[in-house]
Protein backbone atom coordinates (compact mmCIF):
# COMPACT_ATOMS: atom_id res chain seq x y z
CA UNK A 1 0.00 0.00 0.00
CA UNK A 2 0.85 3.39 -0.72
CA UNK A 3 -0.54 6.65 1.35
CA UNK A 4 -0.36 9.88 -1.06
CA UNK A 5 -0.68 13.09 0.66
CA UNK A 6 -0.97 16.36 -1.62
CA UNK A 7 -0.60 20.24 -0.34
CA UNK A 8 0.56 23.34 -2.22
CA UNK A 9 -2.35 24.32 -3.87
CA UNK A 10 -4.13 27.93 -4.14
CA UNK A 11 -4.93 30.88 -6.01
CA UNK A 12 -2.42 32.58 -8.32
CA UNK A 13 -2.74 35.18 -10.92
CA UNK A 14 -2.15 34.19 -14.32
CA UNK A 15 1.74 34.23 -15.04
CA UNK A 16 2.65 33.27 -11.78
CA UNK A 17 3.93 29.99 -9.98
CA UNK A 18 2.84 27.40 -7.60
CA UNK A 19 4.63 24.26 -6.37
CA UNK A 20 2.88 21.12 -4.99
CA UNK A 21 3.89 18.47 -3.12
CA UNK A 22 3.28 14.94 -2.55
CA UNK A 23 4.29 13.06 0.73
CA UNK A 24 4.58 9.30 0.17
CA UNK A 25 4.23 6.63 2.31
CA UNK A 26 3.79 3.01 2.98
CA UNK A 27 6.39 0.71 0.85
CA UNK A 28 9.78 0.92 -0.48
CA UNK A 29 9.54 3.58 -3.71
CA UNK A 30 12.16 2.01 -5.64
CA UNK A 31 9.98 0.57 -8.01
CA UNK A 32 7.59 2.70 -8.66
CA UNK A 33 6.47 5.79 -10.71
CA UNK A 34 4.90 8.39 -9.49
CA UNK A 35 2.13 11.46 -10.89
CA UNK A 36 0.70 14.04 -11.56
CA UNK A 37 -2.94 14.21 -12.91
CA UNK A 38 -5.39 17.26 -13.20
CA UNK A 39 -9.07 17.25 -13.23
CA UNK A 40 -10.61 20.66 -14.74
CA UNK A 41 -13.91 22.08 -14.04
CA UNK A 42 -16.69 19.86 -16.05
CA UNK A 43 -13.94 17.70 -17.81
CA UNK A 44 -11.79 14.79 -17.69
CA UNK A 45 -8.69 13.35 -15.55
CA UNK A 46 -5.43 14.47 -17.59
CA UNK A 47 -2.23 13.16 -17.39
CA UNK A 48 0.24 16.29 -16.21
CA UNK A 49 3.73 14.30 -15.22
CA UNK A 50 5.41 11.40 -14.06
CA UNK A 51 8.65 10.33 -12.91
CA UNK A 52 10.20 7.17 -12.00
CA UNK A 53 11.41 6.91 -8.52
CA UNK A 54 14.81 5.15 -9.20
CA UNK A 55 16.65 7.21 -12.23
CA UNK A 56 14.51 10.13 -12.32
CA UNK A 57 13.09 9.88 -15.81
CA UNK A 58 10.52 12.19 -16.63
CA UNK A 59 7.51 12.22 -18.54
CA UNK A 60 4.98 15.26 -19.86
CA UNK A 61 2.59 15.84 -22.20
CA UNK A 62 2.87 18.76 -24.52
CA UNK A 63 0.52 21.26 -22.83
CA UNK A 64 2.57 21.89 -19.58
CA UNK A 65 6.16 20.79 -21.44
CA UNK A 66 8.45 23.67 -20.72
CA UNK A 67 6.26 25.02 -17.96
CA UNK A 68 5.92 22.14 -15.35
CA UNK A 69 9.41 20.25 -13.98
CA UNK A 70 8.06 16.83 -11.21
CA UNK A 71 11.09 15.93 -9.35
CA UNK A 72 11.24 14.04 -6.07
CA UNK A 73 13.30 14.28 -2.87
CA UNK A 74 14.17 10.60 -1.62
CA UNK A 75 15.04 11.82 1.54
CA UNK A 76 11.54 12.79 2.12
CA UNK A 77 9.98 10.61 0.40
CA UNK A 78 8.47 13.12 -1.49
CA UNK A 79 7.74 14.59 -5.50
CA UNK A 80 7.17 18.03 -6.16
CA UNK A 81 5.16 19.75 -9.03
CA UNK A 82 6.72 23.00 -10.03
CA UNK A 83 4.13 24.76 -11.77
CA UNK A 84 5.25 28.11 -13.67
CA UNK A 85 3.95 30.41 -16.14
CA UNK A 86 0.66 29.35 -15.10
CA UNK A 87 -2.21 30.02 -17.32
CA UNK A 88 -6.68 30.19 -16.20
CA UNK A 89 -6.46 26.93 -18.28
CA UNK A 90 -4.14 24.80 -15.61
CA UNK A 91 -7.25 25.91 -12.82
CA UNK A 92 -8.05 21.97 -11.73
CA UNK A 93 -8.04 19.74 -8.86
CA UNK A 94 -4.52 18.45 -8.84
CA UNK A 95 -3.95 14.72 -7.97
CA UNK A 96 -0.68 12.74 -6.88
CA UNK A 97 -0.66 9.05 -7.74
CA UNK A 98 1.20 6.15 -7.69
CA UNK A 99 2.08 2.76 -8.72
CA UNK A 100 4.32 -0.16 -9.79
CA UNK A 101 6.27 0.36 -13.15
CA UNK A 102 5.41 -2.77 -14.12
CA UNK A 103 1.59 -1.65 -14.25
CA UNK A 104 -0.09 0.33 -16.97
CA UNK A 105 -2.40 1.94 -14.40
CA UNK A 106 -2.48 3.73 -11.53
CA UNK A 107 -3.56 2.12 -8.29
CA UNK A 108 -3.04 4.63 -6.02
CA UNK A 109 -4.29 8.17 -5.36
CA UNK A 110 -4.35 11.44 -3.17
CA UNK A 111 -6.69 13.24 -2.09
CA UNK A 112 -6.58 16.32 -4.51
CA UNK A 113 -5.54 19.79 -4.13
CA UNK A 114 -7.10 22.57 -5.69
CA UNK A 115 -5.37 25.20 -8.17
CA UNK A 116 -7.33 28.15 -9.31
CA UNK A 117 -5.26 30.44 -11.73
CA UNK A 118 -7.06 34.32 -12.14
CA UNK A 119 -6.78 36.00 -15.40
Known amino acids: QVQLVESGGGLVQAGGSLRLSCAAS????????MGWFRQPPGKEREFVAAIRWSGGSTYYPDSVKGRFTISRDNAKNTVYLQMNSLKPEDTAVYYC????????????WGQGTQVTVSS
Open 26 to 33: GRTFDSLK
Open 97 to 108: AADHLANTGWGY
